[in-house]
């Protein structure tokens, strides 16, 4: 069974940058999507960026010209760079990945369990 796991998150100041990662715990053919969610105390789960099989890209309004979502096709990786962090993006950030692999018979949606993301002096 494939496990997705983020990494990257911690803690870091405003106005400081991160790059997050996804990835499946075992090699897979591939990643056909990406997206990356986020989830602060006492809020509900928001959507953050997504990028498609030929690297389209679609951003929150809430990050756009500040995050960066990409893809390493080799490595199977889906990143978030994040720049000019603000306290406000303080959540445990997320990511979604459907994945085309020889044990399923379609495409099969999978979910991280989360990586903190600080932002804080």
């Known amino acids: 069974q494939v496990q997705v796991v983020e990494s990257g998150g911690g803690l870091v100041q405003p106005g400081g940058s991160l790059r997050l990662s996804c990835a499946p715990s075992?090699?897979?053919?591939?990643?056909?999507?990406g997206g990356w969610y986020r989830q602060a105390p006492g809020k509900e789960r928001e959507w953050v960026a997504t990028?498609?099989?030929?690297?389209?890209?679609n951003y929150a309004d809430s990050v756009k010209g500040r995050f960066t979502i990409s893809r390493d096709n080799a490595k199977n990786t889906v990143y978030l760079q994040m720049k000019s962090l603000k306290p406000e993006d303080t959540a445990v950030y997320y990511c979604?990945?459907?994945?085309?692999?020889?044990?399923?018979?379609?495409?099969?949606?999978?979910w991280g369990k989360g990586t903190l993301v600080t932002v804080s002096s």
């Open positions: 075992r090699n897979i053919f591939s990643i056909r999507s």
């Open positions: 979604n990945v459907w994945i085309r692999d020889g044990l399923f018979a379609e495409n099969k949606n999978f």
């Open positions: 990028i498609t099989s030929a690297s389209n890209t």
